[in-house]
């Protein structure tokens, strides 16, 4: 199989779980509990009442209409009207995915910027105190509950001592790029955000950071242990050059896949990190749109979510077997 | 330290772009303002009177159309920016608005006189045309939006604009018609609504209220301004920032960090990490809302009125109050509260004393009855918990056993809300809230035959309330609603828990008392 053939098949098969999702969430609307004209309604409308609505939210029409006229406006682009805030489904997700993105990419950034060097050093220093350290820490991140870490952080760093701010994002990265070129004080912006997504990054990428670094270590002793490390001690290489320049770049392929699938994960994951947060992004439109029972906008971010997933998902394999074309022939 | 003030941040950030500064007052301040205290800067217009103050609730808007919606969250939020003709003081009092003056007429309609000189936040000026166009937006489904409002106002056939006038002909006599306007009924301007769709009604606003939206974030943070012209005079606050946290700790965070001023429904359990705390204090109020166990009056044991009356017996809603509530309640024995129009002071609520309890249920022919209550979850305050301590002190009587049984509140009141009595659960918790401070508001959508809600089926009740409805005679009005409310309290459809309270906690860098009618306004706050 080509390289070209492997990637449209891929793309296909990605594009099926997305119809698959965009079903399964359409189809969920009808087996939860809970009338969606309850949440617009007050308690004691009158049945008149609640039958305009539902005729004006097109709830009265066969579930086959309502699910074909979903899927021919989804693919124009259309994911619908929230009759809960009578705005276009589009805007508002759109509108919160790039706070979430923002977040997973700083869970990232803070999970891989520890993750790794401690991953190296644990592998390359077995069995000292480092090691130790790091396996607890590992451990103990892997243990933890990030809804209780969070709050934890802001009791600490927040309320104690006031470092960090509680929650919400009252400036977002686009300010701090803004503030490059605009009046405000660039140094100033750039504080403001770190002070705004510390604290989330940190609590979200913390299970993250122990599972790279756990991944690290394993892949970074399986490596030293290999021949071609024996080979280049033997012609004299420094040290540092083996580690560093050898082992680690062959540890970091397994690790770049699973930062990859986890990306994907932390955009669908924030949802507890966010409510505790504050943070304005998808998962707390996913948990306010259940609340409310605003399936439409429910609708819309799990079909981002799940797109995400999937194109993450797409983009690693390709990349893989770019990497490794054995991986297209298998 | 990089603890950074959110509504600094808003306002710096966004001052290109939000506040377009027509008049230079306002416009282009606040951007130096990077010293992490929301409360104690805002002297960024150079006018020292005016401070900026934070409100963090537990929910945010569904949107800005004020007459779209039916929640408390949405009316607080659209409540800053747009008024109706008449409003409520504190205490639920009914105060001027946009009319100075309101009358019966004649064939008892209703006439209000509209305030002159008062402005729409474009400096259109407000019209008698603009009031009924609003009016008739609520109530006629053939004007713009099925509202959900559209049974506030009560059954309106006309509205007739005048000259600065405007009369309301409802449909036959409407003995609540000024409670129903005082709580109701948000003016929008006719032109401004027919320009636009939906989606930017919800995300814009135009009113002819004390606040004027600059920033729109929605379900994250509604930033407002305050309007130079409005026909209230002088709006202390020179930037109000509303934002929402659906974690209670997180609001209470943010209070004790000082990154807000009043945040809503402190939970009992963190009451004393506010109040112990140097920044801070609570504040609270008896709310309009009303929480009781419902009984339906046509089935087993429920059917028996001595059965109800001992399950009244039963509960020990004092000790509930103290040791859930932590004292945030006050009992009840009657549907309609002491601040509303027809509550009578004779009525004594039901003791606990689970011996008449047994007594009651022994002469009821039902002892050994097994019995469920359905509660929904984290609806009201201490809901679950209220419940479970309800539950238990019945089952503790040893002719009931009684099971307790968490419903999510959206499946609950999708039985509760059927048209059939028979599909309804047979005993659960439920809360009520009455924004119009007349009893007639609760007996009658809870208790009468006909009723959206009801779990009770009474002739004589029916007729008491029929009464209370057709009499022009307030003082004979008053009469038959605590005619009501006896005969409610003995037929014992519910078991009657307690009200509600509002708790809020306040930043020590203000002055603010709360409304019992849930709603926030931050332009009667002062600065300490």
């Known amino acids: 199989m080509s390289f070209g053939r492997f990637v449209l098949k891929r793309s296909l098969q990605g594009l099926g779980v997305v119809w698959g999702v965009v079903t399964v969430v359409f189809a969920l609307r009808f087996v939860t509990p809970g009338s969606p004209i309850n949440a617009v309604a007050p308690l004691d409308a009158s049945p008149e009442t609640r039958q305009a609505i539902a005729t004006e939210l097109g709830l009265d029409q066969p579930l086959y209409i309502q699910y074909g006229q979903y899927l021919f406006k989804l693919l124009q682009g259309d994911m619908g009207f929230s009759y809960i805030r009578g705005q276009e489904v589009v805007g508002l997700v759109f509108g919160r995915l790039p706070a979430t993105v923002e977040l997973a990419l700083a869970a990232s950034i803070v999970a891989i910027a520890l993750s790794i060097p401690l991953g190296v050093l644990s592998a390359t220093r077995r069995n000292e105190p480092i090691d130790y350290g790091a396996t607890l820490l590992s451990l103990g991140g892997i243990s933890t509950p990030n809804f209780w870490l969070g709050i934890m952080l802001i009791l600490v760093f927040a309320v104690e001592f006031n470092v960090f701010n509680t929650s919400g994002r009252g400036v977002d990265v686009g300010d701090v790029a803004l503030s490059l070129v605009g009046s405000e004080p660039f140094f100033g912006t750039l504080l403001a955000w770190l002070a705004y997504i510390t604290l989330p990054a940190i609590a979200l990428g913390t299970y993250f950071m122990a599972l790279i670094t756990r991944l690290t270590r394993s892949g970074m002793l399986d490596e030293l242990s290999k021949g071609y490390v024996q080979a280049a001690r033997a012609k004299g290489l420094p040290q540092t050059l083996i580690r560093y320049k050898h082992a680690l770049r062959n540890t970091l392929i397994p690790v770049i896949t699973v930062l990859g699938l986890q990306l994907g994960t932390l955009i669908g994951g924030a949802v507890i990190t966010e409510a505790v947060f504050s943070w304005p992004g998808l998962g707390t439109l996913v948990i306010e749109s259940i609340n409310r029972r605003d399936w439409p906008v429910l609708q819309g971010s799990l079909i981002v979510i799940g797109t995400s997933f999937v194109l993450v998902n797409v983009l690693v394999d390709t990349v893989y077997a770019y990497l490794d074309p054995q991986v297209v022939n298998d | ?528």
């Open chain 2, 1 to 528: 330290m990089l603890t950074y003030a959110g509504t600094a941040a808003a306002v710096g950030l966004a001052g290109c772009s939000g506040n377009g500064g027509d008049d230079g007052s306002s416009g282009d301040d606040g951007s130096s303002d990077d010293d992490g205290s929301s409360g104690d800067d805002g002297s960024g217009n150079g006018d020292d009177e005016r401070f900026e103050i934070g409100v963090t609730m537990g929910q945010m808007d569904s949107g800005l159309d004020p007459q779209d919606h039916a929640e408390t969250n949405t009316e607080i939020i659209t409540g800053q920016a747009y008024e109706g003709l008449m409003d409520r003081d504190k205490v639920g009092g009914i105060v001027e608005s946009l009319a100075t003056d309101w009358e019966r007429t004649d064939d008892g309609n209703v006439r209000f006189t509209l305030r002159e000189d008062v402005s729409f936040h474009n400096g259109d000026a407000l019209t008698a045309e603009d009031v009924a166009y609003s009016i008739r937006r609520i109530v006629d489904d053939e004007v713009g939006i099925v509202s959900p409002q559209s049974n506030d106002l009560g059954v309106i056939d006309e509205v007739i604009a005048g000259d600065g006038e405007v009369t309301v002909d409802f449909e036959g006599f409407n003995p609540i018609a000024f409670q129903l306007f005082a709580t109701n009924g948000e003016v929008m301007q006719q032109s401004w609504v027919e320009e636009n769709d939906g989606n930017y009604i919800n995300q814009n606003t135009n009113g002819t209220g004390p606040f004027v939206v600059t920033e729109y974030d929605s379900g994250n943070e509604v930033v407002y301004e305050p309007n130079d012209d409005y026909w209230g005079g002088d709006v202390p606050v020179d930037e109000l920032t509303m934002g929402a946290s659906s974690e209670s700790s997180t609001r209470v965070n943010r209070l004790l960090a000082e990154e807000t001023d009043i945040i809503t429904n402190v939970p009992p359990q963190e009451v004393s990490r506010v109040e112990e705390s140097d920044v801070a204090g609570i504040s609270s109020v008896p709310s309009a809302r009303i929480i009781f166990l419902q009984m339906r009056y046509d089935v087993e044991p429920f059917s028996s009125q001595q059965f109800r009356q001992a399950m009244n017996y039963a509960v020990d809603v004092e000790s509930i109050i103290e040791n859930v509530l932590n004292g945030f309640g006050t009992i009840t024995g009657q549907p309609t509260l002491e601040e509303h129009v027809g509550y009578n002071p004779d009525i004594d609520p039901y003791p606990y004393d689970p011996d008449e309890a047994e007594r009651l249920v022994e002469e009821s022919g039902f002892a050994g009855a097994e019995i469920t209550l359905e509660t929904p979850i984290g609806r009201y305050l201490g809901d679950v918990e209220i419940a479970q301590a309800a539950a238990s002190q019945i089952d503790s009587l040893s002719n009931v056993s009684c099971e307790l049984e968490q419903r999510e509140f959206s499946s609950l009141v999708q039985d509760i809300t059927t048209g059939n009595i028979e599909d309804k659960p047979h005993f659960n918790l439920l809360g009520w809230g009455n924004a119009e401070f007349d009893g007639s508001q609760t007996i009658t959508p809870l208790m009468t035959s006909n009723g959206a809600l009801t779990v009770l089926e009474n002739e004589e009740l029916d007729e008491l309330i029929r009464q209370a409805e057709n009499t022009e005679d307030a003082d004979e009005r008053v009469e038959f609603l605590q005619e009501a409310n006896q005969l409610a309290h003995d037929l014992a459809p519910w078991v009657f828990l307690h009200q509600q309270f509002s708790v809020y906690g306040v930043s020590n860098d203000i002055s603010w008392e709360p409304r019992s009618d849930e709603f926030i306004d931050p332009d009667t706050a002062t600065r300490q």
